[in-house]
């Protein structure tokens, strides 16, 4: 599956740098019919079209992820939310589903569903990317470049998997509260390094979204 439009970047981590494939509009979710219903079944697409539509602004977007504290940042004097509730009203996503984050434990028996079966009894949190059967790849990949922000694609992670079952709607995810999670998450490590660590273009777009809406 080949990526359009999509920025390619290069961040550092501890095992060295790596590239980074970050969609820049929706092109990748609208070409494949079965990924476009995925995503509008669970009232994703628009919101992706508003954080792909919201473009890259790097000043605003890094000012946001140094200073939030708790649920607030303060922007040239006006106080901005950023909470399940704000990130609901200005994405358009649903505030239902189960609040759950990457940290949180899940059950292996979840992962059968979606793995080949020489490895239906793997119980591991993190696997390789072959594991996962066919018919999920596409959609798997799409979900790793919109919402995990990540350049390896070799590996899938408990985390992964979460999100698959949220798509296919198997297990309906607050994603406003996952979102909101991500950008404390971001910002508490970018508070606690130096500047040459920022947001992913993800974060970015999102921000920009919630603050520009």
């Not at 106080?79 to 358009?92: C, R």
């Not at 995810?173 to 998450?185: A, G, T």
Request: hydrophobic letters at 35%.
């Amino acid at each position: 599956m080949e990526v359009e439009s999509s920025p390619e970047r290069k961040r550092q981590h501890k095992g060295g740098r790596i590239l980074i494939y970050e969609p820049s509009n929706c092109n990748q979710i609208n070409s494949y019919p079965s990924i476009k219903q995925f995503f509008e079944d669970v009232h994703c697409l628009e919101f992706c079209k508003k954080v792909s539509e919201a473009g890259f602004y790097e000043p605003l977007t890094d000012w946001v992820a140094r200073q939030l504290k708790g649920e607030t940042t303060v922007i040239a004097g006006i106080e901005f939310s950023f909470s399940v509730a704000s990130i609901s009203l200005e994405t358009g996503l649903p505030d239902n589903g189960q609040y759950w984050f990457k940290a949180m434990s899940l059950d292996l028996e979840n992962y059968k569903p979606f793995l080949k079966t020489p490895y239906k009894e793997t119980h591991t949190h993190l696997m390789p990317f072959r594991y996962l059967l066919k018919k999920y790849a596409p959609q798997m990949k799409t979900i790793m470049r919109f919402f995990t922000c990540e350049g390896r694609f070799s590996r899938l992670y408990a985390y992964h998997i979460r999100l698959l079952m949220h798509f296919t709607s198997q297990k309906p995810l607050n994603m406003c509260n996952y979102l909101f999670r991500s950008i404390s998450k971001m910002s508490e490590k970018i508070q606690l390094k130096d500047k040459e660590h920022s947001p992913s273009l993800f974060h970015h777009n999102l921000i920009k979204t919630i603050v520009f809406h």
